[in-house]
């Protein structure tokens, strides 16, 4: 399903992760759970890789990971805001040191002139750190492209913040 280049590089983040002691979460919606299966497709992944959520619904958001409402009532889902909320929610839901989410859409329908299709944010939470949030728009690479691209852009995320 990755490529070998992507678990080879998510590989190299749980040797990182591991030899410091630390461990992952992740939150994903318009993935579906891509983050943490490319991270669980290591062997010996669960030492680090603590847990994963798919809260694809706001419901799910507001529930799980804690997101307030008035955030997605304000910002929308597709949003800086609310995938720095998923990210440090899945901080407190979990017992991990790094959280990184994804929130976008993925298409093929859903998008508007101010959010298109491929509009996709990333957030990113440590321990003892203000959360962070990464802008893509990968444009309409079809919904398997955009989910992939995100995974991608995930794990470079997760290796500039990790340096």
Not at 5 to 21: S, T
Not at 31 to 59: C, K, M, P
Request: charged share 20%; with cysteine; proline share 2%.
């Amino acid at each position: 399903m990755f490529s070998p280049d992507l678990v080879a590089r998510a590989e190299q983040l749980l040797a990182h992760w591991r030899a410091r002691g630390l461990r992952l979460a992740t939150a994903e919606s318009c993935t579906g759970g891509l983050i943490a299966a490319l991270f669980t497709e290591v062997a010996g992944a669960s030492d680090v890789f603590e847990r994963g959520f798919v809260t694809y619904t706001n419901a799910a958001k507001i529930g799980v990971l804690g997101v307030e409402y008035e955030t997605l009532a304000r910002h929308g889902a597709v949003s800086a805001e609310v995938a720095r909320a998923m990210a440090a929610g899945t901080l407190k839901a979990s017992a991990a040191d790094i959280a990184v989410s994804v929130t976008g859409i993925a298409g093929p329908g859903g998008g508007s002139a101010e959010k298109p299709v491929g509009l996709v944010y990333i957030g990113c939470a440590r321990k003892g750190a203000e959360p962070q949030s990464h802008e893509c728009r990968f444009g309409d690479l079809g919904r398997t492209g955009i989910r992939m691209a995100t995974v991608a852009e995930a794990l470079k995320l997760l290796e500039t913040t990790s340096a």
